[in-house]
């Protein structure tokens, strides 16, 4: 008997829940359909569902067997693809991951120079957090890596770093987000009072244990700091008026109950630093560069770290005056 | 469990954004050993105190030196630095044990550099070979090293060397932390821990020199580093820090009341260049504490 094809009709008719619809999903008729999942009972030696007047339930045995059905189905879908695959001209495949924290712009400018660069690959950008992008990087399921800073890699060749700045998302209640504010910038120390919407610690410990300092640095020391991933919640944390955060979409581009505005001096960045294993060969060698490029489109990104300030000297470290 | 433990230190030093090794081991039970990356090398900073002490006592045992006689460190010749007769502006006049004393409680430049030009870079690499620490190349005192360093940086000036340190984006490129470097004092934590234990072990030099050292190590006076993980009044934590821009390290020992000891020592280098980080100090401390729990 045809397994596979019987198990798609058992997993058709447990989605379907009904024998005529499964029947046209998969165009065949019902007797047909009603005949392979007796077959596959009798192979199994199972009862996999119960006909009644409203429809079809699943028995407990079917419940059981389903997801390996699917997984099954999935496998030789995999199959149908690699051969599919092997019959066409070869097309590379270009994985680049980036570290959380981009807007929707960035990424459309850096999926953009990709195309530009190797116009005959696919190109396969996906969000990826640092420490998993080091074990993607490391066993080459992903070719470039846009790493958030400070990144501990070992092992892998170490490219640009690029500084994108951060604005603040403020309440449009606040004054700094006034149209009628007398700057166009607000300062950390002018969110005190608030809350802090940061993107989960664990994504980028170092990075946000930065953040908070450079907070405390200048002022701000929030009254609570809440880990939220998802987008959506910041913006609605943020528009009840009791929170702020911080993000790279430009400035003026909240969305009437929230507001993007700069920060005065720029005391935040997201930090990326571009990485790979080994060297990089055609066609993928001008990547780098090009995603830098897609980074540094808009003038609110630079490649060079703040000016060096007057250290301050610790343990061997000499006290120096110019 | 120590394959947990690892794994705990691993992550405490990723949490921190650094590039961390560690070697401890217990000194009344020699089998009890942890490592994270204990044989690499890293560039040792002020840890390099720690060969010298010992090489400037194996001196002191073979009447070479007489460690009260007094000698005057001029202003003018002394190497810079932040604390102890490197931050002072007069002459001053100390005998060789507490010159000792304070380069290894202070991490006083002028005291080592003033050591080892009587020492001498022949008998602190006997002293490493004496002891089996095959990993650990002395090349140069502080003074060497910061001309080293403005020549790498292509500087004019220690303060211009240390500003371009921290303006460039990647400290893997910067030849004064590269341990492949011939011209940078490097060591491994196993030789640390190795150092330690004959000088706990009275094998490092005489009993009484031995002493010595174990005294002037307990004056250590940073406490954010390995004594920070060890907070009670009855436990001892004697140690040498280094600290350069990226890199925070220290060695030392732990010792119960009930005799038990562990020598434990950190290795940490920061992919910031940053002089203050607090969370790397906290690091060294964490990566200690799992790591004599689990020895113990």
Same mark, same amino acid.
């Given at each position: 008997?045809?397994?596979?094809r019987h198990?798609?009709?058992f997993?058709?008719v447990?989605?379907?829940r009904?024998f005529?619809?499964?029947?046209q999903?998969?165009g065949?008729r ?7 999942l007796k077959?596959l009972e009798?192979e199994l030696g199972?009862h996999?569902c119960? *006909? $009644?007047s409203? #429809?079809v339930? +699943? ?7 389903l &997801? @390996? !059905?699917?997984r099954?189905?999935d496998e030789v879908?995999q ?6 695959r092997q019959e066409?001209p ?7 991951r980036?570290a959380?924290g981009?807007?929707?712009n960035h990424y ?5 120079a990709c195309h530009r660069v190797?116009?005959?690959?696919d190109v396969?950008?996906?969000e990826?957090p640092?420490?998993d992008?080091?074990g993607?990087?490391h ?8 790493l958030?800073?400070?990144a501990?890699a070992?092992?892998?060749?170490l490219?640009p770093?690029v ?10 209640a606040h004054p700094a987000a006034?149209p009628t504010a007398e700057t166009s910038y607000?300062?950390? *120390? $002018?969110?005190? #009072?608030h809350? +802090?919407?940061l993107?989960?610690?664990?994504q980028? &410990? @170092? !990075?946000y244990?930065d953040?908070?300092?450079t907070c405390?640095?200048h ?6 700091i809440?880990d939220v991933?998802d987008?959506r ?9 009791t ?8 400035p003026g581009?909240g969305?009437?109950e929230?507001?993007?505005?700069p920060?005065?001096?720029?005391p935040?960045?997201l930090l990326?630093?571009?990485?790979w ?6 066609p993928?060698e001008g990547l780098p560069?090009?995603i830098?490029g897609?980074l540094?489109?808009?003038?609110d ?8 300030h ?6 061997e470290?000499p006290?120096?005056t110019? | ?10 992550r405490?030093?990723?949490?921190a954004g650094?590039f961390?090794?560690?070697?401890a081991?217990?000194?009344h ?14 560039v040792l900073a002020?840890?390099f105190k ?5 090489a ?6 073979a009447?070479e030196?007489d ?9 003018s010749?002394?190497s810079?630095g932040?604390?102890g007769?490197?931050?002072m502006?007069?002459?001053?006049t100390?005998?060789?044990r507490?010159a000792?004393?304070s ?11 003033a050591?080892?030009?009587?020492v001498?870079?022949?008998r602190?690499?006997?002293a ?6 095959r990993?650990t190349?002395?090349?140069?005192g502080i ?5 080293t360093?403005?020549?790498?940086c292509g500087?004019t000036?220690?303060?211009e ?5 921290q303006?460039v984006?990647?400290l893997?490129d910067l030849a004064?932390?590269d341990p492949?470097n011939?011209r940078n004092?490097v060591?491994?934590c196993?030789?640390m821990t190795?150092?330690?234990e004959a ?6 030099a005489s009993?009484?020199q031995?002493?010595?050292?174990r005294?002037?190590?307990?004056q250590?006076v940073?406490a954010?580093r390995?004594?920070a993980a060890?907070p009670f009044?009855?436990v001892v934590?004697s140690?040498?820090?280094g600290?350069?821009v990226?890199?925070r390290h220290e ?8 005799g038990e ?6 290795f940490?280098?920061s992919t910031?260049a940053?002089l ?10 964490q ?9 113990r």
């Open positions: 008997m045809d397994l596979v198990l798609e009709y997993t058709t447990a989605r379907e009904h005529g619809r499964a029947a999903r998969l065949i019902q007797p047909p359909l009603s005949q392979g077959r009798t199972l996999l119960e *006909r $009644d409203r #429809g339930t +699943l028995t407990e045995a079917g419940h059981a067997l &997801p @390996a !059905a699917h099954v189905l879908e199959l149908r693809l690699l051969a599919r066409e070869a097309r590379t495949r270009i994985t680049v980036i959380p981009l807007g929707s459309a400018a850096l999926v953009a190797a116009p005959d690959a396969d950008v996906t990826q640092t420490t992008q080091l993607d990087l066993s080459s399921r992903a070719d470039i890596g846009v958030r800073e400070p501990v070992r092992g892998l060749t490219g770093q500084g994108v700045v951060l604005n603040c998302l403020l309440p449009a006034q607000v300062r950390l *120390r $002018d969110l005190t #009072g809350h +802090l919407v993107p989960p610690r664990h980028a &410990p @170092a !990075a244990d953040v908070v300092a405390e640095r002022g701000f020391l929030p009254e609570s809440d991933g987008e919640l910041v913006r609605g944390l943020v528009a009840s008026g929170h702020v955060s911080f993000t790279t979409d430009s581009s969305n009437g929230s507001v993007v505005v920060i005065e001096n720029e935040l960045t990326l630093r571009l990485a294993r080994g060297e990089l060969r055609d993928i560069s090009a830098v897609a540094l489109r808009r003038d990104a630079d490649t060079s770290l703040r000016p060096a007057t250290p301050r000297a610790v343990s470290l006290r120096t110019t | 469990m120590n394959e947990n433990t690892v794994q705990r230190i691993q405490c030093f990723d949490d650094v961390g090794h560690l070697h081991t217990a000194l039970d020699r089998r009890r050993e942890i490592g994270v990356l204990p044989d690499e090398q890293v002020s840890v720690l060969p010298l002490v010992i400037f006592a194996q001196m002191v045992d009447g030196i460690a009260a006689e007094q000698t005057t460190l001029d202003a010749e002394r810079p932040p604390t007769f490197a931050a502006v007069d002459p001053v100390v005998s060789w507490d000792a004393r380069m290894m409680a202070v991490s006083d430049n002028a005291a080592a550099d050591l080892l030009d009587v001498g870079l022949g602190v690499s006997g490493l070979d004496s002891l089996g620490a990993s190349r002395i090349v140069s003074r060497d090293f910061y001309t360093l403005v020549e790498d500087s000036s220690l303060g060397a240390i500003r371009y340190i303006s984006t990647s893997a004064s932390f492949a011939p004092n060591g491994t196993r030789d190795r150092m330690l000088v706990w072990r009275d094998r490092a009993s009484e031995c002493a010595f050292i005294g002037v190590m307990a250590q940073w954010q390995l004594s060890f009044d009855d934590v140690g040498k820090t600290t350069f990226a890199l060695a030392g020992v732990v010792e119960y009341p009930n000891s562990y020598a434990v020592a950190v940490t280098m910031r940053r203050i980080l607090p969370a790397a100090d906290a690091a060294i401390a990566a200690a504490k799992l790591a004599v729990a689990a020895l």
